[in-house]
């Protein structure tokens, strides 16, 4: 028999490096499986991860597509620190956009200067909306918040689609489930006009600051992790339980429709079917791989970036199925996991209990 054991004291240097490993296995599995499909392995991984590196472009599509992972990634990491499971950035992503975006479609025609502001502002206010319905739920009925922030995904999938199929699908669309045409003011402005890369990119950085100093010098980050740790203790400091699931959703939430907005506002500039490519979900990944830490959060968000730019790049070049990129994330979280798994706990092997034998005696 076997057991996985609790380590006393899990070395914090292989709790950094835990997602260099993560990455070594990813890459040398990806290459099996590359062979396995017939395609030459170190090609292959050269198209993936270092052909979209090649030109400017290619770096201008790594800013946009981190931008939005590093959104979604700062709030998720708040609540994952407290042991708040939130899976539905994806849904609160989508919220965010449909509010912010709804004040574009409204305003058609009227905007101004006050425009891009209230659509930010009530893009990041409908993310909020949809992270307080499962804190609510949470904290009123206790019903587990991975089930309901997931199952939250798909109600706002199909309000978006109600939308733009119904009242706020564009008359001149030629039948496409889609919105208006977002006017330019707006639409985050560009930075340069050979890119995508838009304003937004300043806002993601003023927010990683934001929570740097937050994660480091608040209170507020020790009383979460206290709470998710020892939920007792927690409550014997004087620590409440339901803030901090209050606090740690609506923040997420907000930080996911923020994301949201900057996306339909940025590179999208209208609201249609595919907002997202799994941004809500892949942010889990991101969170976790940079150690909940805002610093690493931003080179895991950049990593997962290339992973989507690579999986464009090799369905385009080898004719391989976009999913490849779904792979890589799902084989980067699982040895991830598995690494963290043996870091903080020890293998050991239980010899089998055998029963005594009893010795007949003779009278």
Known sequence: MHLLQPREYPSRLMKWLSPVLAIVFTLLVGMILFRFLGYAPLKTLYIFFIEPLTTMYGWSELVVKASP????????????RAKLFNIGAEGQLTMGAIFGGGVAILCYGH???????????MGALGGAVWGAIPALLKTAFNAEETLTTLMLNYVAGFILLYLINGPWRDPNGMNF?????????????????????????????????????????????????????????????GFSAKKTVWFSLILSGLMAGLAGICEVAGPIGQLNPNLSPGYGYAAIIVAYLGRLNPIGIVLSAFLMALIYLGGEMAQMQLQLPVAIAGVFQGLLLMFLLAADAFIENKYRFLKKKTKPTVLATQG
């Open 111 to 121: 905007e101004g200067a006050w425009t891009l502001p209230l659509m930010l502002m």
């Open 69 to 80: 992972l590093i959104l979604i990634a700062l709030g998720l990491s708040i609540g994952f």
């Open 177 to 237: 489930p889609q919105s208006v045409m977002f006017s330019d003011q707006s639409l985050l402005p560009l930075i340069t006009e050979t890119t995508r890369i838009n304003a937004s990119v300043f806002l993601t950085l003023l927010l990683v600051i934001v929570f740097w100093i937050f994660v480091k010098k608040s209170m507020q980050v020790f009383q979460l992790e206290v709470s998710g740790q020892a939920a007792a203790a927690a409550q014997y400091a």
